[in-house]
């Protein structure tokens, strides 16, 4: 038995939590990682870990040994990373974890160009949904928050997004433009389910004085949208298609902004801003496919608190002043 590979299948399967995932993951067949896994606790002479029809959990022997296997294994990659990348090209495979609306708007169309950079190392993208914090199971995570990220790993800003409100000009002409937050109760809205916005949408006119300070301030608590979603694609795919005003990241806006497929809505006020963070386990010695895509990232992003797809789409929050959108409004219920 290949006693190494049987450890890196056993991590493989705790990461993933069961028997079947592992095997899709490392591309091999189920009855194959049942064997290893079975092979190793005859070798060792104990269970490692206990199998029911629904779940699988460690054995207290199994879960002392996974963490020397984890030890073992961290210490042999970090000998494999010390000779690369002293040796010569950046090689290998890359396991990165990252929102579903940032791989497909942002980071799969610039692969080409890593790719011609860097040809010996393979990118494999896991987009399962949301990601809030960094995944010690994959090289790179991207991570999306609107709070400071905490915890033992390191973490690089790539830039930030801000949420901005958008809609088709074909829906536009025939509905008017609105001037006022409380315009929106006229239209027709594109939002995520209700129940994430009980306490209501605030806006934000950006300042005009030295110190920026918000020129007014609005709070909406909006009535039922004609599309509800959770997935962001779908509401993107509404708007484009002029089913009404949506809230979305500018990340995923950039390329129909430049192309006029959807204009801003509202560009004096601002929503939220969120930070996308490449965030990466602490490791003595970062392997350089890591660090040249890292690399790749921040200087495709800016790496900067500052907005690039805004910017790129020329049209960024601009300062606001009362007399431009008649005066203070209120907030509304």
Known sequence: MDQLRAMRVLARVADEGSFAAAARALDLAPAVVTRVIAELEEQLGARLIHRTTRRLSFTEAGDD?????????ADI???????????GEPRGHLRVLLPPALAVHQVVKHLGAFRRQHPQVTVELHSPGPVETMDESFDLSIVASRTPLQGDFIARRLARTEVVLCASPEYLDARGRPAHPLDLQQHDTL????SDLQRGITFVAAGTGPDDAPAESVTLVPGRPV???SHIDTTYAGALHG?????????VLEDALQENALERVLPMWRLFSITIWAAMPTRKHLPARTRVFLDFLV?????????PWLIAAGCETRPWSAGQAGGARGSAQ
């Open 227 to 229: 599309l509800s979603s």
């Open 191 to 194: 939002l995520p389910p209700l």
């Open 65 to 73: 040994y996974l963490q020397r296997v984890r030890q073992i294994l």
């Open 299 to 307: 200087q495709l992003f800016g790496g900067e608190d500052a907005d």
């Open 243 to 251: 089913l009404g005003i949506a809230g979305l990241p500018s990340f």
């Open 77 to 87: 990659d970090d000998a494999a990373v010390r000779v690369g990348n002293a040796t």
